[in-house]
């Protein structure tokens, strides 16, 4: 008997001893019918890019802050060697498929030539005033075929009406502008930061507002529809996507791609809800550095490509999208660090995912829904194609009997979506000469499951069980790589030579036990402890390993969603050459720290030489039981 007769008889079932309890094939039948929510065509487009790259690029480089007040001279953007196609070069060696723009962040300062504001790039001295960075970008992506997406933030610190009516219609004047200007857009991106200070046209005042009631959300989103249909809107309910519920790159585990129709609600954002009335699939952003944007003293602390290849697991490998943030430095290109690692992760994802090792296996089902959906569809490669059963049978097992000596460590399922999330659990097993064990036991695949195993295995078989389903399932891939590991990229100090290197310094005292992770140089380690009370301030004390000419401290808040601390509210920095007499360095308030939790670089009056730094915490920027600091380091005087 031929392989590929052998194939045809497995899938027509009329190899019934093939496998336990198979049973023939069920004549040709149409379609199983959607279950649930199902996405839109816009959506199942948007879940096959994956991973795209998010752009932090605007005045905020060039003053060293992650959320600017909205005052900041338009005179201070002006990056030396702007480069839009280098940027795209960088995304597309990280193998990402897009790549979304702040036209606007939260200081209202406009990356294009708009009439509708002087906070633009029109009165800075970029290109004379003549440039468009939006446009400029927009040019390189249809360049590089490479998908082009806007960021508008709704919050405008800059503009007088913010929070009043007119206001409003601004934005819908700038939407409109950039939904007509730049070509085909495959995503808009509304940022859920909204009201607080600003600089507000003058006012200096602190504005509130009902987000979803000032906005009038579904009227945007229904304006954005209107002139790109096939972009799609990120975040407020009524939009095609929404927040995985965290800035650190890790999707629920599992995460269903459905919610409630209702406001979006934090908790339930991670993971989803089974069998919620929306389509609302969740987008995993993360940056590659601790901040959105660039800072010089965050070059040591870019993510290494094993880092990315993780999130990539816990992101795609869970169904969401992953929008990945490389931030351009004052020169206005990818700093060679994140070029360096996005090439080398890009690689390794290019590799891991270029064969599919289930390619030629024959494939067989315990049930066969009829012709058209044979289990063979699940080996095809097409998104459009897959196996099913007949209605009734709802825990079925697809198993693929393998080439000898096929090896591999990663396994990827996907179902066919536009008949909804049918899988609620799953199985999947490997038999080798000790029978069959379970690789993994999960729920939800939905758009895709990556399950990466600890060491590469070579089963003569594998199967996928379904443990608990509705409905009948609609696989569309069961699929088997061999990984690939990226070349490692040795870290950087900095690109700044006034940033001092952490590396050899260490902690002299500390009100809590764990201060040694504010140097460890990882934005992801906490140093959590009990909240400080009055008279009895939180206090770490730092050798700095030698004497050095101290201008100033950083100090990271943790960038984690944490419900039970809070970064520190203000400091006190104190320096001493000996560790036992101190001079004042500064103290005073963190701007903002509490909701923007970005790095807080305090500069003292004058640069002193020190050997050791103390830095004392009273009081929390927001009440909690703990205080939660990521990092702190240090800088010298510019050269």
Known sequence: MTDLSRRNLIITGLTAGALPGAVLAAPSVGAPKAFGAVPSARQWRW??????????????????????????????????????????????????????????????????????????????????????????????????????????????RNHAEYGRPAYIDYYRAQLTELCTRYGELFELWFDGANGGDGYYGGAGEARKIDAPRYYNWPSIVALVHKLQPNACTFDPLGADIRWVGNEDGIAGNPCWPTMPNRLYD??????????????WPAETDVSIRPGWFFHADEDSKVKSPERLIRLHDESVGRGTNLNLNIPPDRRGRIPDQDVKILKSYGDAIRATFARDLAKGTVASASHNRGR??????????????????PDGVTNPVLTLDLKPGTMFDVIRLREYLPLGARVTRFAVDAEGDGGWRTLAEQECISAQRIIRLPAPIAPRRVRLRILDAPVCPAISEVSLFRSVAPVPVPAIVSSDPTILDTRQWRIVDASAPGAEKLLDNEAATIWALPAPVSGKPAHVTIDLGAEVHLAGFSLTPSRHVMSDARPPKGYTAELSRDGTNWEPGASGEFSNIAYALSTQRVAFPAPQIARYLRLRFAELALPAPRLAIAGVGGFTAAR
């Open 47 to 156: 879940h096959d890019r994956e991973q795209y790259a998010f752009v932090h690029f605007s005045i905020n480089t060039f003053t060293d802050k992650e959320w600017g007040f909205g005052d900041e001279d338009p005179k201070l953007f002006d990056p030396s060697d702007f480069d839009a196609d280098q940027i795209v070069a960088a995304a597309k060696a990280g193998g990402l498929r897009g790549l979304i723009l702040t036209a606007k962040h939260h200081d209202g300062f406009c990356l294009w030539p708009t009439t509708l504001t002087e906070h633009c790039i029109r009165n800075s001295p970029y290109k004379g005033g003549k440039g468009d960075i939006v446009g400029e970008m927009a040019a390189a992506c249809r360049r590089a075929k490479l998908p082009f997406g806007l960021y508008l933030s709704p919050w405008d």
């Open 266 to 279: 934090q908790k339930d954002g991670n993971s989803g809800v089974r069998g919620g009335e929306l389509w």
């Open 372 to 389: 058209g959906f044979e289990p063979a569809r699940v080996l095809d490669g097409d998104r459009e194609t897959y196996w099913s059963t």
